[in-house]
């Protein structure tokens, strides 16, 4: 199917090192959890404490050991555009890799069916 268009903007968090929260994405603005199996989502870590990473996969899933995101100091805004698979409920997974806390904002703009 073809890529539609969802502008559901989800409310930034804070992840303390080493911890992973689980983000409800189907059922948010128009992603129907019937039908939405992969989200296009902007992932932006921001007010980075140090280096680190951020891990995103399907919730219930065992986490991949590549990364979705990476910054490299003190003080950064990095974004990137990711396609992610739902996992249970609908919901995804992001873990911080890093040994500092990080803001975290996901932008879902699209899903695919």
Do not use: C, R
Request: aromatic share 6%.
């Amino acid at each position: 199917m073809g890529l539609y268009h969802s502008g559901f903007q989800g409310q930034g968090e804070t992840l303390a090192p080493g911890t992973s929260i689980n983000v409800i994405v189907a059922n948010q603005a128009s992603v129907p959890p019937s039908e939405a199996k992969v989200v296009v989502a902007n992932i932006t870590a921001t007010n980075t404490q140090g280096p680190g990473y951020l891990v995103i996969y399907p919730t219930g899933t065992k986490k991949p050991d590549t990364s979705t995101l990476n910054w490299s100091g003190v003080g950064e805004s990095v974004a990137n555009s990711a396609a992610i698979t739902l996992g249970s409920n609908g919901n995804i997974t992001i873990t911080n890799g890093s040994a500092t806390s990080v803001d975290v904002i996901v932008d879902v703009t699209g899903w695919y069916g």
